[in-house]
Structures are given as structure tokens and as C-alpha cells.
């Protein structure tokens, strides 16, 4: 993915060159392939419109802004070392841990390098990109994105430093050994000769060591024009043009990403705009599936409607002095039924016919029986016939109230009824008898 690799300058010179954000910072941007597309120098303020439409910020904070740690730390999982990083450095610190952000590297010799950084800057920073539209902030020490120098691991390798000027301030980073770093921050003089400030300080940081000093192109002359001059520097010191090829390679070996403990932070959010076109495809389906269903919806309903519609006409056509029309099919089936009990037939849900119908049935299945089960009472109601059965007493010959029940329904099936066990508990039989549906 596209990323913007900015240095940032120190907590001290952004605080004494208000506002900040005027600042000219060095950036590159790199493709999603890995090409560097453009670099230089700009005001963060000028870079807002780049941030908003990459996917992911790298922020290189000034090496006197972290301190790197070396610590013994216990085995621990992630959840339980991050809240126990403050109480692990604190007797390393001047200033209170709560007024800290930290993030530990990986187990390396039994020690853990802890980066410490203040928390207000961190969240300022990741509260300004986030302002400027990032989705995606990381926030790395400078000196561990140096590159490394063969032999560097060792307490006697090579030290490389690298310079970024701002006005009268310039921000020395070195990297001492693999798992070391520092950082300063310079006033040089107006009058001094700022190439000798920056070597003679480099020399006191890491004194009897070789140093590689990176340079921006355009003061190459100036620092070496000052090693010229000074031949017991020049054997310590070289120098060498600064560019973004090899910090970005840094960048990749560095895994202490410090906005991790940010409280502002929201720069590893969810990206939205690569899921844009499959939610509004998303939205369009269900759309045409709720435009659908309501349409099927209507549909039925008209249907209902008419129905319900040629019904009513069909009951007023029939029935034409009732006022009252609630329920036509109810009201035809009773109209019916009382038709029929006034013509002297009678209705199939009627006591009589139930009861009969019953009666029937239960003379048929008697002698498959081997002797008829006692009948405890008879009830009518709810247009059903409810009879109560006496437990059925274990002949041995298999049969309960489940299988009389079978029996039952196959007899009251010859006369359009059903059966319906409502009880089948061993102290109570109860038959549900009732017109066929």
C-alpha cells in the first residue's frame, strides 16, 4: 500500500518555532510497489492534502524525543506487559510514568528495548494527522531506522548518525548498536560553524568509536570542509549524502511502533473506502429484496381484499336482510348449520351426531378389544366431544391407551371425524372428538 514517510523534528524545536506545523519536514512518498515517488522538504500544514488520500503515515519521531530501554523482563503475554511496561522502567526514568507512552521490542538476550516517548506529544501528533484525514499511523524511533553497520551489533561497530536542520537547531540522531540509539537536539550559534559543532558533539556521544554522519547533499561541502580542517575528526568521520532509500529499509527492521500507546490514536481504524463499492452493491441488493417483498406484499394484500370482497358479496347475495358481516365463511357455516337442523338433518358437529357417530365406533372396536375399556364421563363443548377414559388395566397383550386411540381413529374416520389425545397420563384418558378438517 502507499505510505508517507515524514521525520518530524524534536518535541524542543517544535516548541520554540510555534506554530509547529510551519515547520519544513524531510518526506518521501513510496508506492505500493515500493518506488519512491516524490521526496523533499514541506510544512506538515502543506502535506494534509497528501495524508488524506494515502493509506498508511510513518512518522519518524526525533531521536531526543525516545529513550530506548534495556530491560529484563519476565515472560508475559501482550495484554499483561503492556500495563506492566510502566512499573518496569520506572526506575530508569526522571519524569512519571503515567506521562509516558511505551512499546517493547521483541526478547533479545534475555532483555526487552523499551521505547519511552511523552504521551501529550504522541497524542498531539496522532490527534493533528488524524485531523488531516490518516487512517493508518505509525510512529517510530529515528535512531532505530538508521541502517545498521556491519559489525554494528558489536560494543566496538560502527556508530551511524544522521542530521536534520531546522533553522539554528539541528536534531543529531545515532544509532549506537543494534538495540541502542540516541537522540539530541543542537541551538548552534549564529556565528559558529554549525559542521563542527555537530561533529565535535558526535565525538563526545561516542567517543574512540568510527562514525558514519549522513548529511543532506546540499551541506556535504560544509561538513567536509570541516573534517579537511580538522585531520583528528576526519579519522573518526565520514560522511555521506542522506537519503530516503535507506531509511526506508530501516524502517522495514524496526518493529517499535509507539503510537500503539497513544490514547488519541485511531490510525489502525478500519478503511472504509476500499469496501465502498461492495456495500453500495450490498445496499442495492437489499434494497431490491425489500422492494420486492413489499411488493409481493401489496400484491397478496389485493388479492386478500378481493377475496374477502367477493365473499361478503357472495354472503349479502345469499343473505341479503343481514346487516352485520364479520367473518362471512363463519357466518355461512353457521347460517348453514342452522339450516340444516331446520330442515331436520343434522350437522356432523352436532352432540347428537357426534354421539352417535361415537357410539358406532365404539361398538366396532369393542370385540377387537378383547373387552371394552370403561368409559368414566362424557362432555360436549367447543363443538367437540370430550370423553374420559379409566386407566386401561396391563393385560399383557400390549394394549394402552395409545394403541385403543389408533384403533379409535380408524373407526372415526368412516364418519368424517377425528381423535385428539389430550391426556394420556396413567391415572386419565382423555379423547378429543370433533368434525374432520
Known amino acids: 500500500m502507499s505510505s508517507l514517510y515524514i521525520r518530524l523534528p524534536s518535541k524542543s524545536v517544535a516548541d520554540s518555532a510555534p506554530p509547529w506545523l510551519g515547520l519544513s519536514c524531510p518526506f518521501a512518498l513510496v508506492s505500493d510497489g515500493g518506488a519512491i515517488e516524490q521526496e523533499g522538504e514541506a510544512p506538515l500544514s502543506d502535506l494534509s492534502g497528501t495524508i488524506a488520500r494515502i493509506q498508511r503515515v510513518v512518522l519518524l519521531l ?6 530506548l530501554l534495556r530491560v529484563k523482563v519476565p515472560p508475559l503475554s501482550a495484554t499483561r506487559l503492556k500495563a506492566a511496561l510502566p512499573n518496569l522502567a520506572e526506575e530508569q526514568l ?3 510514568p503515567a506521562e509516558c507512552a511505551f512499546a517493547a521490542g521483541s526478547s533479545s538476550g534475555g532483555l526487552r528495548t523499551i521505547a519511552v516517548t511523552q504521551r501529550a506529544w504522541l497524542d498531539l501528533l ?3 494527522f488524524i485531523a488531516s484525514g490518516a487512517r493508518n499511523i505509525s510512529a517510530l524511533p529515528a535512531q532505530l531506522c538508521l541502517s545498521s553497520q556491519p559489525g554494528q551489533s558489536d560494543q566496538h561497530g560502527m556508530v551511524t548518525a544522521a542530521i536534520s536542520a531546522h533553522g539554528a537547531n539541528i536534531d543529531l540522531t545515532l544509532r549506537l548498536s543494534e538495540q541502542e540509539g540516541i537522540g539530541i537536539s543542537i541551538l548552534i550559534d549564529p556565528d559558529a560553524n554549525a559542521a563542527l559543532e555537530v561533529m565535535q558533539t558526535l565525538c563526545a556521544l561516542a567517543p574512540a568509536t568510527p562514525v558514519r554522519l549522513y548529511v543532506p547533499q546540499a551541506t556535504i561541502p560544509a561538513y567536509q570542509k570541516a573534517l579537511d580542517d580538522n585531520p583528528a575528526l576526519k579519522e573518526r568521520i565520514s560522511v555521506s549524502i542522506d537519503n ?9 527492521s524496526a518493529t517499535l511502533d509507539l503510537m ?3 490514547s488519541a490514536n485511531t490510525g489502525h481504524g478500519f478503511d472504509w473506502k476500499y469496501w465502498r463499492w461492495p456495500l453500495v452493491l450490498a445496499a442495492a441488493v437489499l434494497l431490491v429484496n425489500i422492494s420486492a417483498l413489499n411488493i409481493d406484499w401489496w400484491r397478496m394484500k389485493r388479492e386478500a381484499s378481493k377475496l374477502r370482497t367477493a365473499m361478503v358479496q357472495i354472503y349479502r347475495s345469499a ?6 358481516i364479520i367473518d362471512p365463511i363463519a357466518q355461512m357455516q353457521q347460517k348453514i348449520s342452522a339450516a340444516r337442523r331446520n330442515s331436520g338433518l ?3 358437529d352436532d352432540f347428537a351426531a357426534i354421539t352417535a357417530a361415537f357410539g358406532e365406533a365404539w361398538s366396532s372396536i369393542a370385540p377387537a378389544a378383547g373387552v371394552a375399556p370403561t368409559i368414566a364421563a362424557l362432555e360436549y363443548r367447543e363443538r367437540s366431544l370430550f370423553v374420559r377414559l379409566k386407566p386401561i388395566p396391563d ?9 385403543l386411540a389408533q384403533r379409535m381413529k380408524g373407526a372415526l374416520a368412516k364418519h368424517d371425524l377425528s381423535l385428539d389425545l389430550v391426556s394420556t397420563r396413567s391415572s386419565e384418558i382423555i379423547w378429543q372428538i370433533r368434525g374432520a378438517k
Open 395 to 403: 393385560r399383557g397383550d400390549g394394549l394402552d391407551g395409545e394403541t
Open 346 to 348: 343434522v350437522a356432523m
Open 260 to 262: 500503539a500507546g497513544s
Open 126 to 128: 496522532a490527534r493533528t
Open 244 to 252: 530516503w532509500t535507506r531509511w526506508i529499509a530501516g524502517v522495514h
Open 62 to 67: 526525533a531521536g531526543s524525543d525516545v529513550t
Open 319 to 324: 343473505y341479503p336482510n343481514e346487516s352485520v
Open 94 to 96: 526522571l519524569s512519571d
